[in-house]
């Protein structure tokens, strides 16, 4: 008699883990053990073997870059706007909406703090989901650390567009309507404004299509190789603490514990 066939469970991955593979997929890694071993648990085994050639650039696929809309200054909220998912875990998030246009509803998160697409093994959280009064649920990214001045020198953050496609996605799943876009607003603590933007990054078929494969071929490398380079590594946490022994650089970011919660916000 055959055996009953078994569902593989998939890695579970988040929209930050994807950032830091399209950096070095050995930083996803070490950083994943890490932030298990910060809240108690065992961190899963690492992947990359300690023979492994370091690459030169990470292998993911760059996601597609069509149609992004830049905008200097502060983020467009119109009236009939509702603030409808706020991230608890976040002491820092702008203030974007008076107190009665706020609407939280824990039905789309059935009450946690995680958006969870298990039909993909994805979770995470967006800073905020602002529902339009034009229609559409659209998830909010927040970089109060990153200035939008030096944002085209800086080749459009692809890391940033990585993250908003996943944030996207974890949308379209809870909250059953796909997102037109993503926003990516980013922060000027120290400018009074000036130095503020925003990007507006469309959520279609390509940029779905793109997401799935990238999380197959996440899941399917069996190195996880590291890419040293001191572009990478400077702001490495997992070199911050000594664990990378492929380093090219020393770390130059703040104390490791506190990039280690910067991280997760970021
Ligand atoms: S130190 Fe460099 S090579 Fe090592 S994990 Fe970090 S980014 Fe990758």
């Known amino acids: 008699m055959l055996a009953p066939l078994e569902t593989p469970t998939l890695e579970h991955l988040t929209p930050h883990d994807l950032v830091t593979y399209f950096r070095c997929p050995h930083e996803m890694e070490l950083a994943r053990g890490r932030h298990a071993r910060a809240v108690g648990k065992v961190p899963p085994p690492v992947r990359t073997p300690l023979d492994v050639v370091p690459l030169r650039h990470s292998p993911m696929f760059?996601?597609?870059?069509?149609?992004?809309?830049?905008?200097?200054?502060?983020?467009?909220?119109?009236?009939?706007?509702?603030?409808?998912?706020?991230?608890?875990?976040?002491?820092d998030l702008p203030v974007l909406f008076p107190p009665e246009r706020v609407r939280l509803d824990p039905r789309f998160t059935n009450g946690h703090a995680n958006?969870?697409?298990?039909?993909?093994?994805?979770?995470?959280?967006?800073?905020?989901?602002?529902?339009?009064?034009a229609g559409g649920f659209v998830p909010l990214e927040y970089k109060s650390t990153h200035l939008f001045v030096g944002y085209h020198e800086a080749h459009g953050r692809l890391f940033d567009t990585v993250q908003a496609i996943a944030e996207c996605r974890l949308v379209h799943h809870v909250f059953g309507e796909r997102p037109p876009y993503g926003i990516v607003l980013y922060g000027d603590a120290s400018g009074g404004g000036t130095r503020e933007g925003w990007v507006q990054i469309p959520y279609g078929d390509a940029e779905e299509r793109w997401l799935k494969v990238v999380l197959d071929q996440v899941r399917s490398d069996p190195v996880r190789a590291p890419v040293p380079a001191e572009r990478n590594c400077a702001s490495c946490e997992p070199n911050g603490d000594g664990l990378c022994r492929f380093a090219a650089a020393r770390y130059e970011g703040p104390h490791p514990h506190l990039a280690f919660l910067a991280s997760r916000r970021a």
Request: zero cysteines.
């Open 62 to 91: 760059a996601p597609p870059l069509g149609h992004l809309e830049v905008n200097e200054g502060r983020l467009d909220v119109f009236d009939g706007d509702r603030l409808v998912y706020e991230d608890e875990g976040e002491d």
């Open 115 to 133: 958006l969870v697409d298990a039909d993909l093994g994805l979770a995470g959280r967006p800073d905020l989901i602002i529902q339009r009064a």
